[in-house]
């Protein structure tokens, strides 16, 4: 098991960015691929972006690309989520989240940290 914390939340006013951090602890970083979601009040958890274990191949939700650049140091058992150009309704619980890196569902996640953009 991965055990993860998410920092870096905040209010931010539309327009402005954030960047968040996941530190990963209790296995080997590298051996596993990682995601952000994100869950706005009374809605279903959402997709947002992933990473390969290398930090090489990324994808992202239609929402964000363009505007959230997901990355990780591997040397620093961290990924990152740069947030730039944001939306009111980017405003939810940031979570990230950890798979093998070879298959398997996320199973492992952080509890979450608040993200609220003002208009």
């Known amino acids: 098991q991965v055990q993860l914390v998410e920092s870096g939340g905040g209010l931010v006013q539309a327009g402005g960015s954030l960047r968040l951090s996941c530190a990963a602890s209790?296995?080997?970083?590298?051996?596993?691929?990682m995601g952000w979601f994100r869950q706005a009040p009374g809605k279903e958890r959402d997709f947002i972006a992933r990473?390969?274990?290398?930090?090489?191949?990324?994808y992202y939700a239609d929402s964000v690309k363009g505007r959230f650049t997901i990355s990780r140091d591997n040397a620093r058992n961290t990924v990152y989520l740069q947030m730039n150009s944001l939306k009111p309704e980017d405003t939810a619980v940031y979570y990230c989240a950890a798979a093998p890196k070879t298959y398997g569902t996320y199973a492992d996640w952080g509890q979450g940290t608040q993200v609220t953009v003002s208009s």
């Open positions: 990473i390969d274990w290398s930090g090489g191949s990324t």
């Open positions: 209790g296995r080997t970083f590298s051996n596993y691929r």
